[in-house]
Structure formats: structure tokens, C-alpha cells
């Protein structure tokens, strides 16, 4: 990981730094392009948008690390509207949770139940959730979590994973092996080298044995990535592999590389948009700013600007 991209998450993580940007108005506004907007209701209207563009959701109710049971059931009441709302306007989407958002860092056993009831929800209309991964004090937690999901028959409970980490290709085939579909992914958070690869390089032909694996073994894989070389490579890879183009996808997020995206539509590959919405904004917009070098002068103009 980039010195640039560490710091700025470091500075960025700042309570006073998240006062102050959250209350810009031009921080609002770049915020906006990753974000759908503050309700359920823009959440919607994005999946109905991407919709008639071709390509499928998943919705995320923007929030992590809460600290009170209280807490993680309101978060969890709105998630399970999410669900209802897909259904109700037959939305091609699926969900998209932070396990912490469920209290996973002081109640593991909490955060099974709410995404239980949550996953049998989403069965019903055949919506599938990912457990996102967070920081690495969470990723054992994560990986147990949906394990243990799916040992109590939530068969629509998948992972992502993060490339960058170390231990990421064991717990590949770990939850390969407890029947779970794996969202792959680079890996947005800061992590010390010795659980994470510290070059751009090293995380590259990382998530290309990642993703080499899981396009011949994976169950349903998701190939999350904006990484032009990486779509290429895998394109090649299930094509030679014979993997058809219905039993895998590329998934991107909301608001970056839409031409891209529409290349891959258009070529006749199937694409998932990662929306999120809600009005805990700030951490995820950290981490899309911190991820490309070109956005820290966004985030420096924010923080200097009204
Ligand atoms: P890379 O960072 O090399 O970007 C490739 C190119 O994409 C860049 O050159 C640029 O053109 C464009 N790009 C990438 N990010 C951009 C941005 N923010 N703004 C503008 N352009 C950008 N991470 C995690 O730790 N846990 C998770 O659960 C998830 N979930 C997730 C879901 C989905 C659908 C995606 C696509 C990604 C995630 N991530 C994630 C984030 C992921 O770990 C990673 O940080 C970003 O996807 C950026 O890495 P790329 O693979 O796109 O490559």
C-alpha cells in the first residue's frame, strides 16, 4: 500500500477531519459520485438506473463499527426494508452488509442472528448477501461468521475477500469448501506488511492466483475489481477454462469507471454495481479517495473549501 494512500486514510480517520468534511458542502458533493444518495429510496432509484442499463445491484446500507446492540438492530430494520423494497419492485439486487454494522466486534453471536434473519429474508426472493470484509481485526471473525451462516442453511450468504492479505488464498479455498460464492477484491483498508503484501505487484499476482482458482473451482465468483489488466486476465481465464460468462461476474462500484462498465456489458459479460446509500457516508468515501492517488486533490480542495 502506498505511503500517500496510508497517511490519508491515517489523517482522514481524524474525528476532527470528519467533522470538518462532513459538513463541506464540496466534500458532500464529491461524496455524491460514490454515493447514491441518504435514503432507501436513492438506493432504489440507482438499482432501477443501473437496471435499465444492464447491469444487476448490490445494495449497501452505508454504517460500521457500531458499538450497541441498539444500534445494530436499527441498522438491521433498515436493511431488512432494503430487502422488502427488492422484492416488492422486483429488483435485480442483492445486499451488500459490513458485518460490524451487525455489532461483530462485541457480539459475534448478535450479528449471526441479525444477518439470519436478514439471509432467510433474502432467500425467499433468491437475493444474495456478501458479508464485506473490513480490517484485518475482523477478517478470522468475517470468515468464521459466514461459515457459520452457511452451516445453518443460509445457502445466499458469499464473502469478499481481500487480495492483498497473506492469509487470502487459504481462506479462498475455506470457504470454497463451506459452499460460499467469493467476491474478490484488491483490499481497501490500511495493513501492516507482515499480513499484507506491500507492493502493488505482490497484490496483483495475488488476486491473479485468487482469481486463476476461483474461476476453476470457485462457486459462482465474483471478480470485483476496476483493474483493466486483472478483467482482461480473467476473461481469458474462463474462456479457456470453458467457465461460462452466466456462471461468474465482474462487479464494480457505483461511480467509477462507468465506461468500463459498459464495455463489459456491452460485450455481453455480466456486471454488478455495488451501490451504497445512506448518511454514513465518510468512511466509505475515505476509502474511494484513498484508493487512487488522483482523488487526494479532490479531498485536499474539500477539506480547504466550503
Ligand atoms: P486499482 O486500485 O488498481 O484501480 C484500477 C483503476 O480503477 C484505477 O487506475 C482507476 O482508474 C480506477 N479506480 C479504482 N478505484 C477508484 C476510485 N476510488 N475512484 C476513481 N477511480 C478508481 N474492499 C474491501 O476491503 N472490502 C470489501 O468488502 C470490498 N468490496 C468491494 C466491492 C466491489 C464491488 C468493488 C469493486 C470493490 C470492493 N472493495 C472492497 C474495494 C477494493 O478492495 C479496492 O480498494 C478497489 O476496488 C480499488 O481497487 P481495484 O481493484 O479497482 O484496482
Redesign the pocket.
Known sequence: MSVLRRVLLAVGSNPLVERQMTTRALARRIALR?IAGETLEDGLTAVRAEAAGGRTA?LDFLGEAVTSATAARAAQGTILDAVTRITADALPSGL?IKPTQMGLRFDPDLTSELLGEIAGKAAADDQHVTL???GSDVTEATVALCERLRAAGHANVGC?L?AYLRRTEDDVERLTAAGASI?L?????AEPPDIAFPT?REVDLSYVRSADWLLANGHYPRI?????A?IERAKRTAIRLGRSPEDFEF???YG??RELQGRLIHAGWQL?V?IPFGTQWYPYFL???A??PA?VVFFLRALAGS
Not at 470485483?224 to 483493466?228: G, I, K, L, P, V
Open positions: 460514490f448490490t451488500s464485506d470484509m473490513e469478499a481481500q467476491r477484491t484488491k483490499g481497501a483498508y502493488r470485483a475489481t476496476h483493474d483493466e486483472l462487479q464494480m462500484l467509477v469507471r454488478r455495488y476509502r474511494r479517495i484508493e487512487r482523488n
